[in-house]
């Protein structure tokens, strides 16, 4: 496949790729949206691989939707045609875990991505916003429903309401992100972290993925009741058998993906 908006890595079992429009601070066009889904597609049906990481580059992960590009469209464009945000959920189909390491600017399309990401690995100079409400518009792509689940309703109507950035700081306090490493450390820890993912049992780590988004869509009764099935259904995997065998015989494990 070749893509002009992205780069496209195999490390071992963990794909990685790279947002790449340099000049246009990654700003995220239909062209980047359509080759980061068909990358993420592929990485998730390649049986050797185990783990994806989205980045960009040291001074932005992506500045938002390419303003260029949507600024004179009308609302049937929107709407009918469904132009800016068509190819936005491709990433929600992808059941193998995706880390965003985030350097610099997430802001407005950015933040979103780097929010439908599993988990958002921050450097020192990450700045995550949703400034959309300065160019006339809202959050488009999940911003004003995922902020608020991850960070309060009153963070995520401040960021919202009045466009300010959060540093990564703030972003670790309030939960946006899980970790905060010195720029220079930022791909080595999020491939270290797709790498110790890659080593477990696929099939287990799709079943936690599954669980834990499960918490966002459902009642906590209905969620663990969810839960309790997957785990049950983990004693019918050789992964576990070889798991607790391992921790028993007091040596590694190695997993089948069974
Ligand atoms: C198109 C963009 C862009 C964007 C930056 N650029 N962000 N082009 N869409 N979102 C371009 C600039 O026009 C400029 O191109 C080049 O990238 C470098 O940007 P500068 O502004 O010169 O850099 P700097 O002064 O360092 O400022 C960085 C910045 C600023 C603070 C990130 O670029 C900025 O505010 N960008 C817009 C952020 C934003 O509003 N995002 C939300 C977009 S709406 P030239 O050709 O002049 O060099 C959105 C809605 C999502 O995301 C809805 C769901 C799909």
Redesign the pocket.
């Known amino acids: 496949m070749e893509f002009e908006c992205i780069i496209l890595e195999i490390k071992e079992k963990v794909g990685l790729i790279t947002l790449h429009r340099p000049?246009?601070?990654n700003?995220?066009n239909d062209q980047l949206m359509n080759e980061l889904g068909s990358a993420l597609k592929s990485l998730d049906s390649n049986e050797a691989i185990q783990c994806i990481v989205i980045t960009g580059s040291e001074k932005?992960f992506a500045?938002?939707?390419?303003?260029?590009a949507m600024a004179n469209y009308s609302f049937m464009d929107t709407y009918k045609g469904d132009y800016?945000?068509r190819n936005?959920e491709t990433i929600r189909q992808i059941r193998k875990p995706v880390i965003a390491a985030v350097a610099g600017?997430a802001?407005?399309?950015?933040c979103?991505l780097a929010m439908m990401c599993d988990f958002i690995i921050a450097a020192e100079n990450a700045k995550f916003g949703q400034?959309?409400i300065?160019?006339g518009?809202l959050?488009?792509?999940g911003g004003t429903q995922r902020l608020p689940r991850a960070i309060s309703k009153s963070k995520a109507m401040d960021m919202c309401l009045t466009a300010r950035m959060m540093d990564a700081a703030e972003a670790e306090r309030a939960g946006l992100v899980s970790r905060v490493v010195p720029q220079e450390m930022l791909l080595e820890e999020a491939m270290a972290a797709a790498s110790t993912i890659a080593s477990m049992s696929l099939p287990i780590v799709m079943m936690i993925k599954e669980s834990v988004n499960r918490a966002y869509e459902t009642t906590l009764s209905e969620g663990v009741h969810f839960e309790r099935r997957l785990f049950q259904a983990s004693f019918g995997t050789e992964d576990q058998k070889e798991g607790m065998a391992a921790f028993l015989e007091k040596r590694s494990a190695v997993f089948k993906n069974q």
């Open positions: 000049k246009a601070l700003a995220l932005a500045a938002g939707a390419d303003i260029a800016i945000t936005w600017y802001l407005g399309g950015g979103e400034p959309e300065k160019l518009t959050p488009g792509a």
